[in-house]
């Protein structure tokens, strides 16, 4: 699994580019009659798309819904090329996410904001490994929120925009930090604002991995986070807009109980 290797084609006697692993559905859109183009987030090749020869068909439109995980094999005569994958279902996420309003909306987001921000063909594995993590608990209500708000953290750290929230970037104390800098990513102190106190980000406790974290404070950290990924994260790859699945997501989590 996860090893690249060289075939060949016997009958036309041309080297063909495959691989194994493991992997997430993040999208399918459709190719030709009966295919489909889908896009996985796989453990050792990272984000990466290919040709689904029968994806349309009653038997592999279930194991190709955004979440399902699955073992996939791809390959191409050329690196370069789109290529196409055979798949085969490992785990269904979807009766755990249409029985549940917040479980859809947070796999909705989690599928839509990995598919815009990683590049191509660019291994993650530790955000791979919490991805998966984090689709396991889809429909588990009471632990969900929290849990999505470390895996943002988690995306930031990933993509090179991780938080620092350990001591007040002015000052170096650990006590009082209340604000975010939304320039720096560093926590801030109450004293060390002062007077640019209104243009600090809000650094609810919860973000910093204490104090209560009822779907309120999740919501005021999803705060700060989404702003980091939206004005950092994604303004470096060409000022992209948030999903809309994000917004129903923290919608869903204001609703909860």
Not at 25 to 53: D, K
Not at 74 to 86: I, Q
Request: hydrophobic share 45%; glycine share 10%.
């Amino acid at each position: 699994m996860g090893q690249d290797e060289e075939l060949f084609d016997h009958k036309w006697f041309v080297p063909m580019i495959a691989w194994q692993d493991e992997a997430a559905v993040l999208a399918t859109r459709p190719f030709g009659e009966t295919s489909v183009i889908v896009e996985v987030f796989s453990a050792a090749h990272g984000r990466h798309v290919g040709v689904v020869r029968g994806g349309t068909s009653r038997k592999m439109a279930p194991i190709l819904q955004p979440g399902a995980q699955v073992a996939v094999a791809w390959k191409a005569r050329l690196e370069s090329h789109l290529g196409s994958f055979t798949v085969e279902p490992v785990r269904s996420r979807a009766a755990a996410a249409m029985g549940d309003r917040l479980a859809l909306a947070g796999l909705n987001a989690v599928c839509g904001l990995l598919a815009m921000v990683l590049p191509e063909r660019e291994a993650h594995l530790p955000l791979y490994q919490r991805t998966i993590g984090l689709l396991d608990l889809l429909g588990q209500t009471e632990l969900w929120p929290l849990a999505y708000l470390r895996w943002e953290q988690a995306l930031l750290e990933e993509m090179g925009f991780g938080l620092d929230l350990s001591a007040c970037a002015v000052r170096g104390v650990n006590e009082d930090l209340i604000y975010v800098s939304p320039k720096s990513g560093r926590a801030v102190s109450r004293e060390a604002a002062g007077e640019w106190a209104d243009r600090m980000l809000p650094l609810p406790e919860v973000l910093a991995g204490k104090g209560d974290a009822s779907p309120a404070e999740v919501v005021k950290a999803l705060g700060t986070t989404g702003y980091f990924i939206e004005n950092r994260l994604m303004k470096g790859l060409g000022d992209r807009p948030m999903p809309v699945a994000r917004a129903r997501l923290i919608d869903a989590i204001s609703r909860a109980t």
